[in-house]
Antibody, heavy 117, light 106 residues
Framework: QVQLKETGPGLVQPTQTLSITCTVSGFSLTSYYMQWVRQTPGKGLEWMGFIRSGGSTEYNSEFKSRLSISRDTSKNQVFLKMNSLKTEDTGVYYC???????????WGQGVMVTVSS | NIVMTQSPKSMSISVGDRVTMNCKASQNVGNNIAWYQQKPGQSPKLLIYYASNRYTGVPDRFTGGGYGTDFTLTINSVQAEDAAFYYCQRIYNSWTFGGGTKLELK
């Protein structure tokens, strides 16, 4: 069955870089777009960006300058890296699979990230 | 950028009631809307896609409607397990979410 699981550091210091891995099973990354969404107390659910089945990426302009999404298809993993973290980046980060209808049909359980010194 | 505005922010409903919540897009998005349910400590779950299509396994008491800029999610005969946050989302081009509606049971 389809499963997604995010793993990440939990606590990151301000100005540092956040790295999160999304490991998927039950489908191929070369057949689906993979999305990243975060949920913060200040802004709620925010779409961050995605990586296409072919490997190209698109980013929300709110994050474009500091966000990078990549993948390793051999390991069934998608990666999110965001630099210059601020306290307001504290929140839960989710990876999700984009369905054929553009909606997000499967989500990971999310990883809580706290930005604090 | 398109802004998705949901109303009301919260509502308190009795089991068995019918409830309708709203989602308004700042520009015409056609039927490119999805609805999600999120319970505390859980990730969002897809309910509706393309504004009015029920996702696999979603009970038929959930109905989506609307086109263009105004959309609704209706729950007929609300059940206790429906207490949750509900979010609309514009899909394609930029997957913007609304601020959510919190559904509480009396």
């Amino acid at each position: 069955q389809v499963q997604l699981k995010e793993t990440g550091p939990g606590l990151v210091q301000p100005t540092q870089t956040l790295s999160i891995t999304c490991t998927v099973s039950g489908f191929s990354l070369t057949s689906y777009y993979m999305q990243w969404v975060r949920q913060t107390p200040g802004k709620g659910l925010e779409w961050m960006g995605f990586i296409r089945s072919g490997g190209s990426t698109e980013y929300n302009s709110e994050f474009k300058s500091r966000l990078s999404i990549s993948r390793d298809t051999s390991k069934n993993q998608v990666f999110l890296k965001m630099n210059s973290l601020k306290t307001e980046d504290t929140g839960v980060y989710y990876c999700a699979r984009e369905s054929r209808t553009g909606s997000f049909d499967y989500w990971g359980q999310g990883v809580m990230v706290t930005v604090s010194s | 950028n398109i802004v998705m505005t949901q109303s009301p922010k919260s509502m308190s409903i009795s089991v068995g009631d019918r409830v309708t919540m709203n989602c308004k897009a700042s520009q015409n998005v056609g039927n490119n809307i999805a609805w999600y349910q999120q319970k505390p400590g859980q990730s969002p779950k897809l309910l509706i896609y393309y504004a009015s299509n029920r996702y696999t396994g979603v009970p038929d008491r959930f109905t989506g409607g609307g086109y263009g800029t105004d959309f609704t999610l209706t729950i007929n005969s609300v059940q206790a397990e429906d207490a949750a946050f509900y979010y609309c989302q514009r899909i394609y081009n930029s997957w913007t979410f609304g601020g959510g509606t919190k559904l509480e049971l009396k």
